[in-house]
């Protein structure tokens, strides 16, 4: 394995963990907003209904507290519909990402052509041909006493080969991806779209990665701001309690 391999592996392994800690807070904090609006719900239906009973408020006290409690619920049900599209495409980054390095590791090794340049020389080429193709010739004329104009005919000649066998192995290559993702296209209903982003692993969804972190963001103040508005309300109700305790 070389050292890109490694560290991608190592990258992999890291978010993986971090990955299923997310999981876990997710579901942790999941739970509190529901606690937090379902109490909200609970709050505001008693308000309506025993407000005046529980002790002599002020119409615009309870219209406050029901405000309160009101924002709590929008702020909780806008939290979990963030958490819920940050998951989403989160999920679809890392699907993406997992079979890069899949591909990246268990993949099998295809020797591709590389592209000639015009500082390679003609036993360059001819090392080539065993490198990418392995193919040894072994019945080559003699080139000790070859001209270098001659050398170069030469290097034309066995160029043009090899570029034949590249494209040959192009095209065979690329008739069994297509395959594939035909076979994809006619069992999943995949888009073209779609079959581009499998054909081409390396790159992510560029609109993926600039919304997560600004969803990520936005997840995190609405959590607080579901919180930070629900204890409000309860400070609120609490300090009335004692100011109507204190007065009686």
Known sequence: MNLSKYLLSTSFQIISRNRDNFYKISDQSDKIIVWLVGFSIAIIALLLSKGNLLFPLSLNYLTALIL???????????????????????????????????????????????KLKETDTYFDIIQYFKEDFRLEFNDLPPTENLSPEVLHVFKQIVAVFYNKLSLSLNK???????????????????SEKMLDRLRNLKQPYKFSKKIIWVLMSITHILFLATVSVFLSGVILFIIKVIQFKICS
């Not at 990402?97 to 099998?108: K, M, Q, R």
Request: proline letters at 3%; zero cysteines; hydrophobic letters at 45%.
């Open 68 to 114: 309160i409690y009101s924002f709590t619920i929008v702020f909780g049900i806008l939290y979990r519909i963030s958490m819920y599209l940050t998951q989403l495409i989160e999920n679809r980054l890392f699907v993406n990402f997992e079979g890069y390095i899949f591909n990246l590791l268990n993949g099998p090794k295809i020797d591709m052509p590389r």
């Open 172 to 190: 065979a290559l690329n008739e069994e991806i297509e395959q594939v993702a035909q076979v994809l296209k006619h069992h999943f209903g995949y």
